[in-house]
Structures are given as structure tokens and as C-alpha cells.
């Protein structure tokens, strides 16, 4: 049992975090992504891919159109596995979990996630990342700017986007984050909706 948990959440599985940008107009019980830390999560190394991006391989004999160029066109999958709020870091054993089966097919799967009222910034589960990996598939998180018929909040794009404090560099404290849980996380990037 791991003693850094909060008290009275010993029982509660893992979860996925989610974020928002900054710390404009945050919902109830959301947080910014700027707040984050891998050393301070302690749901973090339960999210973490383990098994390196493998690389692709193309069968010319396999392809259904001999006039066909491999390499040329590519294929992303937007898929949502499982609510944004709660996700569970390993899956769930419930046949609502989507269990996704043709990796064949795809070359980018964008962990499709994020809702206004929880989260804008979702990385993916360690568990897909793996199984994606194992499979020459890159994975991206997702960034959702809902619109405001939705819960959006033009405020959210613009923490989205502010520069940090100067220091001689032009630094941008929230794609820097992004930066950090995606090397931390093991996955490939980000698709920006």
C-alpha cells in the first residue's frame, strides 16, 4: 500500500489525470496542467507506457491495390475509451471499455478525451500507449477547446497560450507541461482540437 496517498483514498484505483490550461475560470475540482508534477502525482507511474514505439512494416505483396505507394497516405483513429472524469489508469473489466482491435489499419491513434467541466487536457492510459506501441502506432493525447455552447470558455485559449515570465527566451509555460507528461507518460504528442 503506498503511504503517499491521500487519506481516505487507500482503495480507490488509479486514475488518468486531466487538466486544464491555466487557472482561468477552473471548474469545480479541476486543476491546471501548470500544477502538475510526475513527483508530486501519485497516480502518475500507474499511467506510464513501458514498451518503446516499434517501427512499421509494409508488405508490398500484402497491399490490395498494387498501385498503391506505401508510406504516402496515413491514417489517425479518434477514439474515447473511457469518461474523462474517471478513467482508470489499467482499464476497467467492463464491456463498455472500448477495446480497440485494428491497429493494422491505423498509423496515429489520438486518445480521444475532455470535457469542459473536467478536463481539457487528457493524456492517454499507459496500457493503450503499450498496446499501440507494440504495434508501430504513435499515440497522442488530446486538447479540447469545447465551444462555449458546450462549456467552453475563451478564457482556456488564451492560458492555453500565454507566454511565461521573460527571461531572455520566449517560453511557453503550458506547452512546456505538455512537453513534460508526454515524455513522462511515454506517448507520442498532442492533437489540438
Known amino acids: 500500500m503506498n503511504s503517499t496517498l491521500p487519506p481516505g483514498s487507500k482503495d480507490r484505483p488509479p486514475y488518468v ?3 486544464h490550461p491555466g487557472v482561468t475560470d477552473l471548474p469545480n475540482g479541476s486543476t491546471s496542467i501548470l500544477d502538475w508534477s510526475a513527483a508530486t502525482d501519485v497516480n502518475a507511474p500507474f499511467n506510464r507506457s ?3 514505439l516499434r517501427p512499421r512494416t509494409y508488405k508490398a505483396e500484402l497491399r490490395a ?3 498503391a505507394r506505401a508510406s504516402e497516405g496515413r491514417i489517425m483513429s ?4 473511457w469518461d474523462t472524469r474517471r478513467n482508470p489508469s489499467q482499464g476497467v473489466a467492463d464491456h463498455r471499455y472500448y477495446a480497440f482491435s485494428h491497429w493494422q489499419y491505423v498509423d496515429v491513434l489520438v486518445f480521444w478525451a475532455g470535457v469542459a467541466d473536467a478536463g481539457l ?3 492517454p ?3 493503450i500507449t503499450d498496446a499501440a506501441h507494440r504495434n508501430g502506432v504513435k499515440v497522442y493525447g488530446s486538447v479540447f477547446f469545447p465551444p462555449t ?3 467552453g470558455n475563451p478564457a482556456w485559449v488564451k492560458d492555453f497560450v500565454q507566454p511565461g515570465a521573460s527571461t531572455g527566451d520566449e517560453r511557453y509555460p503550458v506547452a512546456d ?4 507528461a508526454a515524455r513522462y507518460f511515454g506517448f507520442d504528442g498532442w492533437f489540438i482540437n
Not at 479518434?78 to 475509451?81: D, L, Q, S
Not at 507541461?177 to 513534460?180: S, V
Open 17 to 19: 489525470p486531466h487538466w
Open 50 to 52: 513501458r514498451v518503446p
Open 65 to 67: 491495390n498494387s498501385k
Open 78 to 81: 479518434c477514439a474515447e475509451f
Open 121 to 123: 487536457i487528457c493524456p
Open 125 to 127: 492510459n499507459g496500457h
Open 149 to 151: 455552447d458546450y462549456g
Open 177 to 180: 507541461k505538455l512537453i513534460e
